[in-house]
């Protein structure tokens, strides 16, 4: 029996990687009409190595990069970068069509549902805030949490503790094969594949299922139910 369906945030329940292009491509062209000197072409290939080396994540890729550029930080172009990434992420971060219906029939199905992220903790929950999905989840594990990333079956038994059943009563979708269908896998949670989030060109995914419409989880998990 499934008691619970437990979400990867980025590129499952948000287009993230779509909102991250996005956000810098304007950061980009704020901070070179404040003054950066380098094609655009150039900058967004520094801000790749920065990411590279220091995570997607990384709160200060924009001093960095001035940084290295400059041997310190012009504040007027970074303020202007910030400006226009932080403006750009919040028109750009929506979620997947139907997204919402399907976490609120979810609840309706008496469910509970629940989000283990890599994220760290107040970037996660500023996502969740800002597109109004925090008040549904019984659960968030971020990054913070545990300190661990996925595979590491530490943030899915964590999950698992705070929603209060066993793995496998829960099922775990999430767009990263190697982390979210590994990770939820060995700890013995049924798993789904997110593809319609798949950055990676992911040909074999190994998860029990695969959906390209977040709605099918409603007829796997009544499927599964059912057979119970």
């Given at each position: 029996?499934?008691?619970a369906?437990?979400?990867?945030?980025?590129?499952?329940?948000?287009?993230f990687?779509?909102?991250?292009a996005?956000a810098?491509?304007?950061?980009?062209?704020?901070?070179?009409?404040?003054?950066?000197?380098?094609?655009?072409d150039?900058?967004?290939?520094?801000?790749?190595?920065?990411?590279?080396?220091?995570g997607?994540?990384?709160?200060?890729v924009?001093?960095?990069?001035?940084?290295n550029?400059?041997?310190?930080?012009?504040?007027?172009i970074?303020?202007?970068?910030?400006?226009?990434?932080?403006?750009?992420?919040?028109?750009?971060?929506?979620l997947?069509?139907?997204?919402?219906?399907?976490?609120?029939?979810?609840?309706?199905?008496?469910l509970k549902?629940?989000?283990?992220?890599?994220?760290p903790?107040?970037?996660?929950?500023l996502?969740l805030?800002?597109?109004?999905l925090h008040h549904l989840?019984?659960?968030?594990?971020?990054?913070?949490?545990?300190?661990?990333?996925?595979?590491n079956?530490?943030?899915?038994?964590?999950?698992?503790?705070r929603l209060?059943?066993?793995a496998?009563?829960?099922?775990m979708?999430?767009d990263w094969?190697e982390r979210?269908?590994?990770g939820?896998?060995?700890v013995?949670?049924k798993?789904?594949?997110?593809?319609?989030?798949?950055?990676?060109?992911?040909?074999v995914?190994?998860a029990?299922?695969?959906?390209?419409?977040?709605?099918?989880?409603?007829?796997?998990?009544?499927?599964?139910?059912?057979?119970?």
């Open positions: 029996m499934i008691k369906v437990i979400f990867d945030l980025d590129n499952t329940l948000v287009d990687m779509a909102m991250k996005q810098v491509d304007a950061a980009i062209h704020a901070m070179r009409d404040a003054g950066l000197g380098l094609a655009r150039e900058i967004r290939k520094r801000i790749d190595a920065i990411y590279a080396e220091r997607i994540e990384f709160q200060n924009f001093d960095q990069l001035l940084f550029e400059f041997s310190k930080v012009d504040h007027k970074l303020a202007s970068g910030i400006i226009a990434y932080r403006r750009a992420r919040e028109a750009a971060l929506v997947y069509p139907h997204v919402y219906l399907t976490l609120v029939q979810l609840v309706k199905m008496n549902i629940a989000v283990v992220s890599d994220a903790g107040r970037e996660a929950w996502r805030c800002y597109l109004n989840f019984d659960a968030v594990v971020t990054f913070d949490d545990t300190k661990m990333r996925k595979p079956p530490e943030p899915f038994v964590e999950a698992l503790k209060g059943i066993k496998h009563e829960a099922l979708i999430g094969a979210d269908v590994v939820a896998a060995q013995g949670m798993t789904v594949f997110a593809r319609y989030g798949d950055t990676f060109g992911t040909v995914s190994h029990d299922y695969e959906v390209d419409d977040i709605t099918q989880l409603i007829d796997i998990v009544r499927q599964l139910n059912r057979e119970a």
